[in-house]
């Protein structure tokens, strides 16, 4: 619920700056861009699971390509992303004479179709772009790199490709304020703080989980 008032209260905030800014969208703003984007990200979850001692933050990445229609007010875009995110935790073992403790993390990789409405504020010190987006995934794959803590022997690191409990449709929504730059006529840059929280929908209700994911996306952008 606490997400989901979040979301609101963004695009709310987001039709306040269309009412407050579009005055000061750029008259001469091109059309249409096309690029490449390139983000990393820092996942977590709070997985459903008993026993949990720990948990943590898991790197992850995005890359792909971008497509923007540009309005004088808004911009909307879309794009093809490959996609990694995940999360970990450890678990304590009640029989302490053999296994101390079992750490857990899973990374899912996904094709990912963004759906985004951003509105460009033009300032001295380039583009502001608020946005909000839906997003839909397509995972590909999910591993499990599992780490066994024997008491009094040394670490066994495993690696499973398994077999995804998750539900095919993995929607998942994003925030984020970008500052895009026009390096000439031609090209832009644009550097995008991201917050996007992932609905994973899984079938079994032991590993139902949502993750949450704070990063940096940059594009470089082809202007026509």
């Known amino acids: 619920m606490f997400y989901n008032n979040r979301y609101c209260l963004f695009f709310f905030f987001t039709l306040l700056y269309v009412n407050a800014f579009a005055q000061l969208a750029d008259p001469n703003q091109t059309p249409f861009a096309y690029g490449i984007s390139a983000g990393v990200y820092s996942s977590s979850a709070n997985p ?18 971008v497509a923007s229609f540009r309005m004088k007010t808004y911009f909307l875009e879309t794009g093809l992303n490959y996609i990694s995110e995940g999360y970990a935790y450890s678990t304590a073992i009640e029989n302490k004479n053999t296994v101390n403790k ?75 304020y970008g500052i895009e730059f026009d390096i000439d006529i031609i090209y832009a840059v644009r550097f995008e703080p991201t917050f996007q929280f992932t609905f994973l929908n899984a079938n079994s209700t032991q590993f139902k ?16």
């Open 48 to 65: 459903k699971q008993v026993s949990i001692i720990d948990k943590k933050s898991v790197a992850g990445f995005s890359i792909g390509g």
């Open 102 to 176: 079992i750490s857990n993390e899973y990374k899912f990789y996904a094709i990912m179709v963004p759906l985004k409405l951003a509105i460009p504020i033009r300032s001295k010190y380039g583009r502001h772009l608020p946005s909000i987006a839906l997003n839909f995934s397509l995972p590909t794959k999910q591993t499990l790199f599992q780490t066994i803590e024997y008491n009094n022997a040394p670490l066994v690191k495993n690696v499973y490709n398994v077999s995804s409990d998750y539900k095919a449709f993995t929607p998942s929504f994003s925030l984020a």
């Open 209 to 224: 989980t949502n993750i949450s994911n704070i990063g940096l996306k940059c594009n470089l952008l082809f202007l026509r």
